[in-house]
């Protein structure tokens, strides 16, 4: 099995910066777990699914969430069956319905599979970030680090 590296810390610790960069000397595949919540957001509001409706949620994502990442210049691109989403789950309302659905139990054990998938599946390697990627998704992950900053750097990060 290709390695697995988890990277986890708070909102604003650098989580995402960090796995790019290492990604990018790795050559590993880069797996953002807040990107996907985001992309449960998106699709919950288009479907008029309310964040918080625990049933509506679970069939949505029983049927299959869709999405894929594709590699490109600036990063990666999230599409949704096949269609780019990549600045349309970074608006500030979408934003707040990843924080929102993320909470949900429901949906945090829905996507388990999805992740573990994700993570498994790249050839060369891993690297996933997230909050609970190396205590729940990938406890037994080859290399885990959790990043902390202070209160006003990651702040400073999350308003830039």
Request: net charge positive.
């Amino acid at each position: 099995m290709s390695p697995i590296v988890a990277i986890d810390g708070p909102a604003g610790a650098g989580k995402s910066t960090v796995a790019r960069e290492l990604a990018r000397r790795l050559g590993f595949t880069i797996v953002d777990t807040g990107a996907i919540y985001r992309a449960v957001a998106l699709t919950a509001q288009r479907a008029g699914i309310g964040w918080e409706d625990d049933a509506a949620l679970a069939r949505l994502l029983d049927g299959g969430l869709g999405i894929s990442f594709a590699p490109a210049a600036e990063g990666q691109r999230v599409l949704l069956h096949g269609e780019d989403v990549t600045e349309a789950i970074r608006t500030p309302e979408i934003s707040r319905g990843a924080s929102v659905v993320s909470a949900r139990p429901v949906v945090r054990q829905k996507l388990l599979g999805l992740q573990r998938q994700l993570g498994r599946g790249a050839v060369r390697g891993a690297v996933l970030e997230g909050r609970d990627i190396g205590t729940v998704v990938f406890p037994d992950a080859d290399v885990k680090f959790f990043l902390t900053a202070n209160d006003e750097a990651r702040a400073a990060r999350r308003h830039a």
